[in-house]
């Protein structure tokens, strides 16, 4: 009886060509597996063991095989009996579609199937249907990507292959100064030059947003909190759907004039409020601050 080791994840996804492959090994790749796409069978033992001596470098190893590979079914096979009896405990993820579904996906890229040889389309979805037949069956999980849109897929293998951490959405709230141009990676900007700029009261002038005197200042002034009320309550209806749509990372941009009080003061706070919300990680960036 063969233990398991701890410490190392190992994932084998396959499965019919067209049928997704591509969408599940990024969606992988997102969730903190480190992904390798159609490595030869004979190295993935290899692989695997140089991952396990890596001092917990990698963790999460998912190899992404198809027909492409020579012996694929026999040398496949083989090593996932290997990585089990060395303990590994690979899980095997099939992807498969109706022969219908995936003949129209094929025709919307306009290449050929991998099998198809000199006939057509259909007869290289009959032949790899056919010879990845026992793979299926031995499957740990199978998903019929028929009727599944690509955020759909990436939602069930999400809640196969996730860890609570990789799930969560991770937002950056970015200060910056208008001076100084818009942040180009920004998903959502928001302006704070709405509220009075400490830059004119001489003794706070020369601090800036991260001093308890400015936040003071900025967060008593009136429609302070009433923007930072409704602009949360706007991001739990922003951040829903794009959780629904996949998007794991969400940028927040606040600006200011020069990015050293206004635009400081409320990307903390914000993040500060963001932060007791579940399913996110939170982080401050202040881009433009010291440049004055």
């Given at each position: 009886?063969t233990?398991e080791k701890?410490g190392?994840e190992?994932a084998?996804v396959?499965?019919?060509?067209?049928?997704?492959?591509?969408?599940?090994?990024?969606?992988l790749?997102?969730l903190g597996?480190?992904?390798v796409?159609n490595?030869?069978?004979?190295?993935i033992?290899?692989?695997?063991?140089?991952?396990?001596?890596?001092?917990?470098?990698?963790?999460r190893?998912?190899?992404v095989?198809?027909v492409?590979?020579?012996a694929?079914?026999?040398d496949?096979g083989?090593?996932?009996?290997?990585?089990?009896a060395?303990g590994?405990?690979?899980?095997v993820?099939?992807l498969e579609?109706?022969?219908?579904v995936?003949?129209r996906?094929?025709?919307q890229v306009?290449?050929?199937?991998?099998?198809q040889?000199?006939?057509r389309l259909s007869?290289?979805i009959?032949a790899?249907?056919?010879?990845l037949?026992?793979?299926?069956?031995e499957?740990?999980?199978?998903l019929?990507?028929?009727?599944?849109s690509?955020?759909?897929?990436?939602?069930?293998?999400?809640d196969?292959?996730?860890?609570?951490?990789?799930?969560?959405?991770?937002?950056?709230?970015?200060?910056f100064?208008y001076?100084?141009?818009?942040?180009m990676?920004?998903?959502?900007?928001?302006?704070?030059?709405?509220?009075p700029n400490?830059?004119w009261?001489p003794e706070?002038?020369d601090?800036n947003?991260?001093?308890?005197?400015?936040?003071?200042?900025?967060?008593?002034?009136?429609?302070a909190?009433?923007?930072l009320?409704?602009?949360?309550r706007?991001?739990?209806?922003v951040?829903?759907?794009?959780?629904?749509e996949?998007?794991?990372?969400?940028?927040?941009?606040?600006g200011?004039?020069?990015?050293?009080?206004?635009s400081?003061?409320?990307?903390?706070?914000?993040?500060?409020?963001?932060?007791?919300e579940?399913?996110?990680?939170v982080?401050?960036?202040?881009?433009d601050?010291g440049r004055?």
């Open positions: 009886m233990e701890t190392m190992v084998v396959s499965g019919l060509s067209g049928a997704g492959r591509s969408t599940a090994a990024k969606c790749e997102d597996w480190f992904v796409d490595l030869p069978p004979e190295l033992s290899t692989m695997v063991e140089l991952g396990a001596r890596s001092s917990d470098a990698i963790t190893v998912a190899v095989m198809d492409r590979s020579r694929f079914t026999e496949l083989a090593v996932i009996k290997d990585l089990d060395r590994y405990k690979p899980r993820l099939f579609a109706t022969d219908e995936l003949v996906r094929f025709e306009r290449r050929g199937h991998p099998l040889g000199e006939g007869d290289g009959a790899e249907r056919s010879l037949a026992k793979l299926r069956a499957a740990d999980l199978v019929d990507t028929t009727g599944l690509v955020h759909q897929l990436r939602a069930k293998i999400e196969a292959f996730g860890t609570e951490a990789s799930t969560r959405t991770r937002v950056t709230v970015l200060s100064g001076k100084y141009g818009l942040p990676d920004a998903d959502l900007v928001m302006d704070c030059r709405f509220l400490p830059f009261i706070l002038r601090f947003g991260t001093a308890e005197e400015v936040r003071n200042y900025v967060l008593g002034q009136e429609g909190e009433e923007f009320g409704n602009y949360q706007l991001l739990r209806l951040g829903t759907g794009y959780q629904r996949g998007k794991r990372y969400l940028t927040l941009a606040m200011c004039t020069g990015g050293k009080h206004r400081v003061v409320l990307a903390e706070e914000l993040a500060r409020r963001l932060s007791e579940e399913g996110l990680t982080k401050t960036v202040h881009r601050l004055e």
